[in-house]
């Protein structure tokens, strides 16, 4: 494949929630946190059949530890959505005309102010989600690009262009 695909990004608050949420969570962190939940949750119905089943005054404590790991989620999706926001509105680069070019040695992002070529040796790997592609630069760090933004055929040319290369890569068939 010698020609080059050339797609034009659009970034969004929600597609970039998406994209940073498979990136930084991994089956073993939900796993772990359902099991926290389940716990703070079985504590606080604990907590409350006791109160409904004790005749007696007795005092009971309140468990604060489940009520917290219960609201956990709500603040870590604010914060993450505030950072993304954030991000999408203040970052200069992003409001520039951006062109991602895509070729068998190298995958570039080209802006007005900025020229980065990402070559294919450095990828960790590529990961296809239902709407999105995930190009991971390390473990932690990755280029999303939503495939609302490819134009006609070239879903095919840019499967075509990683089955191509000698990468890690996770596509759906």
Not at 117 to 136: R, S, T
Request: proline share 3%.
């Amino acid at each position: 494949m010698d020609k080059e695909i050339i797609l034009k990004p659009s970034f969004n608050v929600s597609s970039s929630m998406k994209g940073t949420y498979y990136i930084l969570y991994k089956p073993l962190h939900i796993f772990i946190f359902f099991f926290l939940l389940a716990a703070a949750i079985f504590s606080l119905s604990d907590y409350f059949f006791n109160i409904l089943d004790n005749k007696d005054e007795t005092k009971h404590d309140f468990p604060f530890f489940a009520l917290i790991i219960i609201l956990i989620p709500f603040f870590i999706y604010l914060l993450t959505y505030k950072a993304v926001k954030k991000e999408i509105n203040h970052n200069p680069r992003i409001k520039e005309d951006i062109k991602y070019i895509f070729n068998i040695e190298y995958f570039q992002e080209k802006g007005e102010t900025f020229e980065v070529k990402h070559f294919w040796k450095n990828i960790v790997k590529i990961v296809e989600k239902k709407d999105m592609f995930l190009f991971y630069l390390n473990k932690n760090r990755a280029i999303l690009l939503q495939k609302t933004d490819l134009k006609g055929n070239q879903y095919d040319e840019l499967k075509q262009l990683f089955n191509s290369i000698n990468i890690k890569k996770s596509l759906k068939s």
